[in-house]
């Protein structure tokens, strides 16, 4: 569909006269048909261009349903990043907790 200005003289830009009363057009794949009149650049936009339906929400849909914890992809908090370097700085080279072992190789 197309809002094609009702003034004299050549066509120009929908800007050029927003006052003036404008013709509603619809393509049927051959020509343009006019299908009604509107009185405004205003209300040809308002006819052509609804705005879109605004959708409601339930207010128990606001946020979403977690689990307890923190959750594996979630950031973790400054004591529990603490926690985490503390407990990687007491592990030894083989990945076991405590004092490191003597190699049996010398």
Do not use: C, Y
Not at 78 to 104: D, F, I, L, M, V
Request: aromatic share 4%; net charge neutral.
């Amino acid at each position: 569909m197309r809002a094609v200005p009702l003034t004299e003289g050549p066509r120009r830009g929908a800007h050029v006269e927003p006052n003036a009363p404008r013709a509603i057009q619809e393509w049927t794949g051959t020509e343009w048909v006019t299908v009604g009149v509107v009185e405004s650049l205003a209300a040809a936009k308002a006819l052509l261009f609804p705005p879109p339906p605004v959708e409601e929400k339930l207010a128990e849909w606001d946020s979403p349903a977690l689990g307890k914890g923190r959750g594996r992809h979630r950031k973790p908090s400054p004591a529990e990043e603490r926690e985490r370097s503390a407990s990687a700085a007491g592990k030894s080279e083989n990945g076991q907790g405590g004092p490191p072992q003597e190699s049996p190789w010398p």
